[in-house]
């Protein structure tokens, strides 16, 4: 078991991917002292973890616009071209995927996304090339990556130009902040999604020192402890298993069915079964060294997961990735974002229209 440690600084930054360094930077060029945690390495977290020397997975989508699909005999697959409307093109992937493998096949990609791969997304390569796989000759096996709160809408609300949030000296960027004022309600891992990774980044490190400066720093004001659940249970304690309640976090976040096929009957059964094992941590869970680690992890998925199926009830309609086979259509009243919060009692409301006027 590792010690603890013990650190100041003017700055604390949670997390080692592109907008976490960024953060480091912009704040030690101001001048504040910059600590910067990440319970991984520096560079393998946010929407640099593929660009790492020791990650296969890539989730870099463009070359797939070029891909024919088919099962582990080697029939071709019905699969509706990308875009296609109605996630017609992810549906019939996740359908294939649960009676077995599927594999793509890019040799009849266009000269020219061939030629020009390496030049548009250098990334996207990377990861075949490591596994001796010739992306435009081999057939290789596939799957669709639920990839959670990481790389989606949603996030901790910005409350002001500096990247603030409405929690005090708390500010927010990368994947940890929400960006739909840029990317609207779908959203990735390109474009202007990892202009927001590294802008944010930079504003958010900026204003955190600058906010240092004004305020100094107060080592002698007592740190409250305000975690809770996994690691103050609010009954008798016990030591659950970390991971017995992650299969259904999955299953009602990340999961096909979950995720492609979304109704209100499926919602409520999913916050229920989500519920049950937020309450478990919440009343009993406790452990000690690495295990307290997991647990807490399990408690900020379960947390996450509340407040995902709470939006997706909350949301009586069908809008960018989100889609409710019950509520096929899009509700003009309903343009405006959800904010969701509350542990002991989850609450969804609209965003204030004064606030995203704020946030813009």
């Not at 912009?26 to 390495?41: I, N, P, R, S, T």
């Not at 099962?71 to 009676?99: F, I, Q, T, W, Y």
Request: proline share 6%; charged share 20%; with cysteine.
């Amino acid at each position: 078991e590792a010690a603890p440690i013990t650190r100041s600084a003017d700055v604390l930054i949670i997390g080692g991917g592109m907008a976490a360094c960024w953060a480091a930077i912009m704040a030690a060029q101001a001048g504040a002292e910059v600590l910067l945690v990440d319970k991984g390495f520096v560079g393998t977290s946010g929407v640099t973890a593929t660009g790492g020397p020791n990650h296969w997975n890539s989730t870099r989508t463009l070359p797939y616009f070029a891909a024919r699909f088919f099962d582990a005999e080697g029939r071709e697959l019905d699969v509706p071209p990308p875009m296609s409307g109605e996630a017609a093109h992810l549906r019939a992937l996740a359908r294939a995927l649960e009676a077995g493998p599927v594999l793509a096949d890019l040799s009849d990609a266009p000269d020219a996304l061939k030629q020009g791969l390496r030049r548009i997304q250098p990334a996207s390569l990377a990861p075949f090339e490591r596994k001796g796989i010739d992306l435009f000759r081999d057939r290789f096996p596939v799957r669709l990556f639920g990839e959670g709160t990481v790389r989606g809408t949603g996030g901790l609300q910005i409350v002001g130009a500096g990247c603030e949030t409405n929690v005090p000296n708390l500010y927010a960027a990368g994947d940890s902040a929400t960006r739909e004022l840029v990317a609207g309600a779908t959203s990735g891992g390109g474009a202007q999604n990892a202009a927001w990774a590294l802008t944010s980044g930079r504003i958010a490190g900026a204003a955190a020192a600058a906010h240092a400066r004004r305020t100094g720093r107060r080592g002698d004001t007592p740190v409250l402890a305000a975690g809770t659940a996994g690691l103050r249970p609010a009954s008798t304690a016990r030591l659950p298993d970390a991971g017995e309640g992650l299969p259904i976090i999955q299953a009602a976040t990340i999961g096909y069915d979950a995720a492609l096929w979304r109704c209100a009957d499926k919602l409520v059964r999913h916050r229920d079964a989500v519920e049950a094992v937020w309450r478990t941590i919440a009343d009993h869970g406790r452990a000690e060294g690495l295990g307290a680690v997991a647990l807490r992890e399990q408690a900020a998925m379960a947390a996450c997961a509340r407040w995902i199926v709470a939006a997706a009830l909350a949301r009586d309609e069908s809008r960018g990735m989100h889609m409710r086979i019950d509520r096929p259509g899009t509700d003009p009243a309903q343009q405006s974002r959800l904010l969701v919060a509350g542990l002991d009692h989850v609450w969804t409301r609209p965003e204030r229209p004064a606030a995203q006027e704020i946030a813009a």
